[in-house]
């Protein structure tokens, strides 16, 4: 068996177990929360399954184009990644993380600015309207409070 197929089976039997699992947390009494504990969990098993059907019925890596890994292009990434960490706090997660994405868009080869930081406040938006209004969880607020 090719290694992309036993990684793809493996995958799938792991995410099988583990989504069957997730069926053993037990939900609490009352309904006081509209997303449970099992909500991520069978959400990540999912996903797993998801990534082994694709891994296994994609091309395989001898057939894939390889592609050298640009370091400097990936120093660049994780000091961004890492300047976000630091300024989650006092900037406020939607500064930030419109500043993120768009530097990451122009760091993957997104040219166009505008389409840039229109892209990252719609993601940075959402994302924030699913936590706050959704979830009930809050997000940094910094600087706008």
């Not at 994609?58 to 630091?86: C, E, H, M, N």
Request: proline share 7%; net charge positive; charged share 10%.
């Amino acid at each position: 068996m090719k290694p992309d197929r036993a990684l793809a089976v493996s995958l799938f039997i792991f995410g099988s177990g583990y989504l069957a699992l997730t069926f053993l947390i037990p939900e609490p009494s009352g309904g006081y929360a509209a997303i449970g504990p099992r909500a991520f969990p069978i959400m990540i098993g999912l996903a797993l399954i998801g990534c082994s059907i694709w891994i296994g019925v994609g091309p395989s890596r001898s057939q894939a184009k390889k592609t050298p890994v640009d370091w400097w292009l990936f120093s660049l990434s994780a000091l961004t990644f890492l300047a976000y960490i630091l300024l989650l706090e006092p900037l406020g997660y939607l500064l930030a993380t419109v500043a993120l994405i768009a530097l990451e868009s122009r760091l993957l080869g997104s040219r166009n600015w505008l389409h840039n930081l229109i892209v990252s406040c719609v993601i940075t938006a959402s994302v924030y309207g699913i936590f706050s209004f959704l979830l009930e969880i809050p997000l940094p607020k910094g600087l706008i409070g």
